[in-house]
């Protein structure tokens, strides 16, 4: 049998990127000829895996570890801004400013990003794609193009969507300590219909020029693989509604959780916080956008230090230097800019986190209790499965304070067995190496017919 040839596509976001070239490297791994296309800030991660580089461009919109450290364009800038100024007012500010620039952000030059997708069809002739889900001109793109691919849900899983009633930014449900005023949701809703006829109208409009023969989907935000969608998530029993058409192939987690190693001093660093054991040590990361409210980051680690022989390791980005100045009298508080998070997890008694799907997938992996703290984006539905299953707590950021950060960490370090064992049951024997062989054996059957798309 002749291996399969795979162009595995991310959009230029390190916490997409990062587990979708993991994948990549697990696809390689099972014999499949697999190429990584991205921007080309992320050449270096393909070659630290091991796989040949593409160059793919995506507008003006990126992140590459930091995202205010990040490059961009002055529009991409300015969206930040405002993005981060939101998550102040709270959840649903935060969610309606996302909608708002959603246009920019997910949907960025389509026609261009078609012609770059075809030459790179043309250049590597590739058997199918993985395509994550969240890059929308892409999967438009080798939609128009007839080609096959599997598509990559980079969060939670109702970003797949299904169902009446259901649309892109529009949390299906919320943790307990954080539920908007229905007032508040039916602006939101409205807003994130808005967007689907919007969106689903331009589907239409570059479809009718670019391809008149494919069908238009329902919902944009709807069209997804007919063949294979693997969920970088837990297989959990009160999930949304998901498409039943293509095979559903949930990963657990997409990294490298228990075999990355501490590199460049870190198991000094770690060794110093921990008192050589003596000592509980609390990772706090908020992500790579979300480090940039200080504010917060500040009333965790003040709450941390409450607790009794905890010592505290946060993430800040570019925030570093003013929180390292804020506790510089504090011996058991170390502040980075960027952590090793995927090695350090098997040494921390607890992460204290923004609800990103990497941050509570890692967790589970690695079997550390975890405190959510959700400002945006899917990060409200993450926070209501980590608090259900359960593998942690969650606090509102809006309102959170050093008393109630001591209070909930504590309880959760002090729950970190059954949260263990809750992760261990979800994500034994899954992992990227079980994705890949799921993938390859789900596009290995007989390719979609067109007729057989006509669902979408």
Do not use: H, K, W, Y
């Given at each position: 049998?002749?291996?399969?040839?795979?162009?595995?596509?991310?959009?230029?976001?390190?916490?997409h990127a990062r587990p979708l070239a993991t994948v990549g490297a697990a696809l390689a791994a099972e014999g499949a000829e697999v190429t990584f296309a991205c921007a080309p800030a992320f050449a270096g991660l393909a070659a630290e895996l091991g796989l040949p580089f593409a160059e793919l461009a995506f507008g003006d919109n990126a992140n590459t570890g930091i995202a205010e450290r990040t490059r961009q364009e002055a529009d991409g800038e300015r969206r930040l801004a405002e993005f981060l100024e939101a998550t102040?007012?709270?959840?649903?500010?935060?969610?309606?400013?996302?909608?708002?620039h959603r246009?920019?952000?997910?949907?960025?030059?389509?026609?261009?990003?078609?012609?770059?997708?075809?030459s790179?069809?043309?250049?590597l002739r590739p058997d199918w794609y993985l395509v994550d889900q969240l890059a929308y001109a892409v999967t438009l793109a080798v939609y128009a193009l007839g080609r096959r691919w599997a598509a990559f849900c980079p969060g939670h899983p109702s970003y797949v969507l299904e169902g009446a009633g259901r649309f892109f930014g529009l949390p299906p449900y919320w943790p307990r300590s954080i539920r908007p005023a229905d007032g508040e949701l039916d602006r939101l809703r409205s807003e994130a219909e808005?967007?689907?006829?919007?969106?689903?109208?331009?589907?239409?409009?570059?479809?009718?020029?670019?391809?008149?023969?494919?069908?238009?989907?329902?919902?944009?935000?709807?069209?997804?693989?007919?063949?294979?969608?693997?969920f970088n998530y837990p297989e959990l029993p009160w999930l949304p509604d998901l498409p039943a058409g293509p095979a559903r192939i949930f990963a657990g987690h997409c990294s490298d959780v228990g075999t990355a190693v501490l590199r460049g001093g870190w198991d000094e660093r770690v060794g110093e916080l921990t008192s050589g054991g003596r000592r509980r040590l609390v990772l706090v990361s908020f992500g790579t956008f979300l480090s940039a409210r200080d504010d917060v980051l500040g009333t965790v680690v003040r709450g941390l230090l409450e607790l009794p022989e905890v010592s505290v390791l946060v993430a800040a980005g570019d925030r570093a230097a003013g929180l390292r100045a804020a506790f510089a009298g504090e011996r058991w508080v170390d502040v980075a800019d960027q952590v090793p998070q995927r090695a350090l997890l098997p040494r921390v008694a607890a992460v204290v986190h923004h609800g990103g799907n990497n941050s509570f997938t890692e967790c589970l992996a690695a079997g550390v209790p975890a405190v959510a703290l959700p400002f945006s984006s899917d990060q409200f539905a993450v926070a209501h499965d980590l608090e259900r299953i359960p593998a942690g707590r969650v606090l509102d950021p809006q309102r959170v304070t050093p008393g109630a950060v001591a209070r909930v960490a504590g309880h959760a370090v002090a729950e970190a067995h059954e949260a263990r064992e809750a992760g261990y049951r979800l994500v034994t024997g899954r992992g990227p190496r079980h994705a890949a062989r799921a993938l390859l054996s789900a596009m290995r059957r007989p390719p979609i017919t067109d007729a057989e798309t006509m669902r979408i």
């Open positions: 049998m002749t291996a399969s040839r795979i162009v595995v596509v991310s959009p230029p976001f390190a916490s102040r007012a709270g959840a649903v500010p935060a969610l309606l400013a996302q909608a708002r246009r920019a952000d997910m949907l960025p030059d389509p026609d261009s990003v078609f012609a770059s997708v075809r790179l069809d043309e250049r808005a967007n689907d006829r919007t969106f689903t109208g331009l589907f239409a409009d570059f479809l009718a020029g670019r391809a008149p023969d494919r069908q238009v989907p329902r919902s944009a935000f709807g069209l997804t693989s007919p063949e294979a969608v693997l």
